[in-house]
């Protein structure tokens, strides 16, 4: 299955349905436990997703996920 990321295109496991916490996961974006690397938001096809529903929501082929993580500095 594909879906884009940050507008950049990724091929995904297809043998499985395949999650939105799975796939932060495999990015680097949350640990096994669940905790965040750093703050970020994310959108699946222009909808915010809330951290309660990384799991339950399931990737479709081409799906356009948006991770925002917020920059500081001067």
Do not use: W
């Amino acid at each position: 299955m594909r879906v884009i990321v940050n507008g950049e295109s990724l091929l995904l496991n297809q043998t499985r349905e395949y999650s939105l916490l799975m796939l932060l996961q495999s990015l680097g974006y949350l640990s096994d436990s669940y905790e965040k690397s750093a703050p970020f938001v994310v959108a699946v096809n222009q909808k915010i997703i809330t951290a309660t529903q990384y799991r339950q929501t399931l990737l479709q082929e081409d799906d356009c996920i948006d991770i925002l993580a917020a920059v500081t500095g001067g």
